[in-house]
T-cell receptor, first 111, second 111 residues
Framework: NAGVTQTPKFQVLKTGQSMTLQCAQD?????MYWYRQDPGMGLRLIYY???????DKGEVPNGYNVSRLNKREFSLRLESAAPSQTSVYFCASTQGGQPQHFGDGTRLSIL | GENVEQHPSTLSVQEGDSAVIKCTYSDSASNYFPWYKQELGKRPQLIIDIRSNVGEKKDQRIAVTLNKTAKHFSLHITETQPEDSAVYFCAASKQAQKLVFGQGTRLTINP
C-alpha cells in the first residue's frame, strides 16, 4: 500500500517548456488535489477533483491544467513553464471527509 | 473565500517546555481544522485534527482547541522534545475538502 505516489521527484525545465506531473493513489479515494508550496509559505490549492470525471479550480490555477484520468490518477500539466512556477508540488487525496494524505512532492525548477 | 492567519512565524522553546501556535480563520462555514507537521524536504504529515462539533482534542503530548465564536484554533505541544522541531501548518476547510493553509510556524526545540 503505497498511498499517494508522485512522479517525477525532481525536474528542471527551461522557460516555455511543457511537462506533466503525475499523481496516483491506491486508497480508492474519490477526491484528489494539487497544491504548490513556495519557500517559507503554506500550501496553496491549484486544482482539485471531487470525483472521477470532475475537476475545478482552486486558489492559484493560472498557468496549469489538470486531468482526472481515472479514479486513481490525477495529473497536472504546465503548458508553457515560467520561472514563477518554480515550486514544490504536492498531490493529496481524501475520501468522505477524512484527512488528506499527501505524496512526497515534486521539486520543480524553471530556469 | 477562506483566509487563515497563523502566528508566530518562528518559535523557539527549551526542551521540556510547552509550545503554542495560534491560527485564525475567516469563513464561519469552515468545520474541519487539521494541523500538519513538515520536516525539511518531506511531505506534510497530519498530527491532529478537530471538527467544529468539539472544542478540544488531545493525543498524548499534542492538543488542539477550537473557539468557533472567535474563529480561532490553537495547537499545544507539551513536554517538547528535539524531534518536535519542524514547520507546523494549520488549515481550515469544509468537510476536509479544499484545505486553506496558514503560512507556517518554524518550531525549534533547544536542548
Amino acid at each position: 500500500n503505497a498511498g499517494v505516489t508522485q512522479t517525477p521527484k525532481f525536474q528542471v525545465l527551461k522557460t516555455g517548456q511543457s511537462m506533466t506531473l503525475q499523481c496516483a493513489q491506491d486508497m480508492n479515494h474519490n477526491s484528489m488535489y494539487w497544491y504548490r508550496q513556495d519557500p517559507g509559505m503554506g500550501l496553496r490549492l491549484i486544482y482539485y477533483s471531487a470525483s472521477e470525471g470532475t475537476t475545478d479550480k482552486g486558489e492559484v490555477p493560472n498557468g496549469y491544467n489538470v486531468s482526472r484520468l481515472n479514479k486513481r490518477e490525477f495529473s497536472l500539466r504546465l503548458e508553457s513553464a515560467a520561472p514563477s512556477q518554480t515550486s514544490v508540488y504536492f498531490c493529496a487525496s481524501t475520501q468522505g471527509g477524512q484527512p488528506q494524505h499527501f505524496g512526497d512532492g515534486t521539486r520543480l525548477s524553471i530556469l | 473565500g477562506e483566509n487563515v492567519e497563523q502566528h508566530p512565524s518562528t518559535l523557539s522553546v527549551q526542551e521540556g517546555d510547552s509550545a503554542v501556535i495560534k491560527c485564525t480563520y475567516s469563513d464561519s462555514a469552515s468545520n474541519y481544522f487539521p494541523w500538519y507537521k513538515q520536516e525539511l524536504g518531506k511531505r506534510p504529515q497530519l498530527i491532529i485534527d478537530i471538527r467544529s462539533n468539539v472544542g478540544e482534542k488531545k493525543d498524548q503530548r499534542i492538543a488542539v482547541t477550537l473557539n468557533k465564536t472567535a474563529k480561532h484554533f490553537s495547537l499545544h505541544i507539551t513536554e517538547t522534545q528535539p524531534e518536535d522541531s519542524a514547520v507546523y501548518f494549520c488549515a481550515a476547510s469544509k468537510q476536509a475538502q479544499k484545505l486553506v493553509f496558514g503560512q507556517g510556524t518554524r518550531l525549534t526545540i533547544n536542548p
